[in-house]
């Protein structure tokens, strides 16, 4: 008997040491029964690590080598000196770092990578360049279509925050599979694939390396890794370049609500109790007042901490959803006929079509009809006056112009726009891009 009790008592103390060693213990719920804990100092290392910020979790994920450069010290230099235009991209990839993030982690893509569109358009949603190429990751409309970015009367993909991103790293894995290094896959996605490969036959002709640093390729190219190298190596350190990181926590600002009716933006913006301005920096790509759902139903972003307050009004909600009709204008229709029709004023008609002027309507076109509600809370916004700093346009360099004009064009100095495109001297070529921080 003794001996069997002591058994117990030892196969008892194994199985408390055991339990010891996992972090297993019993806890009381507030309905009193019992329940397990398995592990809670993980638990709570899983939970510091989403308090951290955003910026841990970055400089923990770098991949990509980095080699001495001149070039990427004068970017260091360029941006130190500049230290609102850099704090405000900052400041503005709140909104969007953390999905950025976890998609290329999510893919083990170097985190080099959620730091590139600062290069592409200042972490600017509504970017456009002169090249047509919009949104986060500049995506011009050839290659938007065909990583299946919807581009329509309606909608522009290019300015999906998801969309985009998702499509961006897809063609970046592409690149890099084609290419064999990240360096080569971010050229290539500057300068376009033709040209990199154009430049790399030429170097293995010559008996040349053909890694990123030895290819002759544009100056734009040249400059593109080292710009991501300059922005990299400020964040690993902002001390040391005189900046301090905003805040940005490691959990997402926004999150997905799928709506199957067409709704007005104004609409979305009251039920989820947000400003129309904040809507549209969340959502970009709606061109119009009034969200088109045809075949599918349309995704929708929203800050968290608002997502159940849309749910809750949108559900107690019974007035129509929408205040505007598509229509399709009939062949030689004029726009004081169409406002004569749906007995509307002229004006009113070419205000919130942006018209300009027209007397007539494009072919094929559709345009929006107001009724009396549209017509009273609508207030045409224009995106891009949301985001009126800090962002980076491109300059097709024409006959007959000089740094000087260019200067005066964009309102910065002659010494910024050499420094920024590494220029040692005056002389530039027609045919040349420049890239012009804003």
Do not use: C
Not at 250 to 264: A, H, L, M, Q, R
Not at 297 to 303: F, R, S, W, Y
Request: no cysteine; charged share 25%.
């Amino acid at each position: 008997m003794n001996f069997e009790i002591n058994r117990l008592l030892k196969i008892l103390s194994i199985i408390i040491l055991y339990s010891l060693t996992l972090n297993i213990h019993a806890e009381t719920n507030a309905l009193g029964q019992q329940i397990t804990v398995i592990n809670p100092e993980k638990t709570k290392k899983t939970r510091l690590s989403e308090d951290l910020s955003i910026w841990s979790r970055i400089n923990s994920g770098y991949k990509m080598k980095q080699k001495p450069s001149r070039r990427i010290r004068n970017f260091e230099k360029w941006y130190s000196k500049r230290p609102e235009y850099v704090e405000r991209m900052l400041e503005r990839s709140e909104k969007y770092l953390f999905y950025v993030t976890n998609e290329v982690q999510k893919r083990n893509m170097p985190m080099e990578i959620a730091l590139l569109p600062m290069i592409e358009s200042a972490y600017n949603p509504v970017a456009t360049s002169r090249k047509k190429a919009a949104g986060m990751w500049q995506f011009i409309p050839s290659t938007g279509r065909i990583y299946g970015l919807k581009q329509n009367w309606w909608i522009d993909d290019r300015r999906n925050v998801i969309e985009s991103t998702n499509a961006a790293l897809n063609y970046l894995e592409k690149l890099y599979k084609d290419f064999g290094t990240w360096e080569l896959a971010l050229a290539s996605y500057n300068a376009g694939e033709g040209r990199i490969s154009r430049a790399i036959k030429r170097n293995k002709k010559n008996k040349r390396s053909r890694d990123y640093y030895n290819l002759r390729i544009p100056r734009e190219t040249k400059n593109y890794v080292p710009k991501l190298f300059a922005i990299k190596n400020i964040i690993s350190n902002p001390k040391k370049y005189g900046f301090t990181l905003p805040e940005i926590k490691n959990k997402s600002y926004f999150e997905t609500v799928t709506v199957k009716k067409n709704i007005d933006t104004q609409l979305i913006a009251r039920l989820a109790e947000i400003s129309i301005e904040e809507f549209q920096l969340l959502n970009p790509q709606y061109k119009r007042p009034v969200i088109n759902v045809t075949n599918m139903a349309e995704k929708i972003n929203l800050p968290y901490q608002n997502i159940h307050i849309f749910n809750y009004n949108f559900h107690g909600y019974n007035k129509p959803l929408s205040n505007w009709t598509p229509y399709k204008p009939k062949r030689k229709e004029s726009v004081a006929q169409v406002a004569k029709k749906f007995g509307i004023d002229r004006k009113i008609l070419i205000q919130v079509n942006r018209l300009e002027r027209r007397k007539s309507f494009r072919r094929n076109s559709t345009i929006l009809i107001p009724n009396k509600d549209a017509i009273t809370t609508y207030f045409p916004t224009n995106i891009n006056e949301l985001y009126n700093y800090s962002s980076i346009i491109t300059h097709k360099i024409k006959s007959g112009e000089t740094l000087s004009h260019i200067s005066d064009k964009y309102n910065i100095s002659v010494r910024d726009i050499k420094e920024f495109n590494e220029l040692r001297s005056d002389k530039i070529i027609i045919g040349d891009i420049l890239d012009i921080p804003k």
